[in-house]
């Protein structure tokens, strides 16, 4: 793969990075009912990791000799904690793929840093969404 090309989706992922963020802050905002504290406090925590991984890529795009966005991907609109729940769940399986693909593309390239360091990141992705998944196995309806 071309440097070029690998600048282009890292700065692909660094959009996610910064969308999840939004994401996850807008909803902490947004959850109702008795389990607001919780829920609340769980997409708030999620913004630290998302926001390390953001930090991570920002640094790799500029060493690679790229120039990092600074345009967030679009956060889907969601108005129940359920439909909430359910979007972050697709975002964060969207990122352990994403980043599956792309440490397999680092190694390609000759970059064993940073495949290590996305396959850290695919631990942490896969965390989010596991979690997740058991907050909405035995959600009411
Ligand atoms: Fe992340
Ligand atoms: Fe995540």
Known sequence: MEKQTLIEK????????FGAIIQ??????????????????FFLTE????????QF???KIVALGGQPTTTPRPVPPANTNREM??????????ATSDYTERAKQAE???????????EDMVRDESGH???????????PL
């Open 129 to 139: 969404s596991e979690e997740t998944e058991r907050i909405l196995r035995d959600w």
């Open 85 to 94: 729940l359910n979007a972050v769940l697709a975002a964060e399986r969207q």
């Open 24 to 41: 996850y802050l807008t909803y902490a905002a947004k959850v109702t009912g008795p389990y607001r504290p919780q829920l609340s406090q």
């Open 10 to 17: 890292l700065n692909l992922d660094l959009a996610g990075e």
């Open 108 to 118: 390609e390239f000759g970059d064993k840093g940073l495949a290590v360091q996305l």
């Open 47 to 54: 913004v630290a990791d998302e926001q390390l991984h953001a």
């Open 57 to 59: 890529l920002a640094n």
